[in-house]
């Protein structure tokens, strides 16, 4: 079942859009003249890396229709199409590929990563950024409600594919790279109390356990979690909520030619 919501996600667009922005100006890439940005969402991503890259072809693809319905209504210009990350395979090579907040939805990342750089041009960048909190409390939480009764047969068992370090990720890239540059930046945002932190992860990382569950279950899943967070994620004097999002980036440079 896919449900990701284009509504949901870019309910806190301003927030999820600032990794990113501060990944493609990371990006040492000056004359590009073809880009892609995979798992695109509703396009704000692209937006973003076609304001850098103005004159290059860019593309998005995505495995969410919902998600293509959205980037395609926001910048009818570029081109978006449906299409698995795992298995994507084009016959051209790219100067840049732009993987924002999405691998960490996908396996296998000793295969992927290397096959990523493989697509690129000579002198072309992969640029990513993936969220680094499954130990966070909005992470640790989710997975201690889904072992509790009633929602442990369900859920109890639901798995995100696992993450790993900065220096296990510069140790597979660096014999397939001439450059790369990997660093991790802890966000803070500030949002509207702790409901407004159960609805930012109503969006991505409650997915798993949410699909599962029906709307009653879902319900009491989520009362039972937003009192938890209510806990982890004390609201300030004026009832603002700091979330700590810790983020980890790579930029990495295909050899020259």
Known sequence: MNSWSAKQYSAFENERTRPVRDLVAALPNLLVKRAVDLGCGPGNSTEVLASRYPDAEISGMDSSQDMIDAARKRLPALSFELADIATWNPPQRYDVILANAALQWVPDHETLYPALVAKLAPSGSLAVQTPDNLEEPAHRLA???AGEAPWEAKIGGVKHPPRHSAAWYYELLKPHCGTLDVWRTTYHHPLAGAAA???WFKGTAL??????LDAAE???FLARYQSLIEQAYPALADGTVLLPFPRLFIVAG???A
């Open 254 to 256: 295909s050899r020259q």
């Open 143 to 145: 997975r201690q409600v």
């Open 218 to 220: 879902q319900a009491s």
């Open 197 to 199: 932190v159960v609805e």
């Open 207 to 212: 997915r798993p356990y949410l699909d599962k």
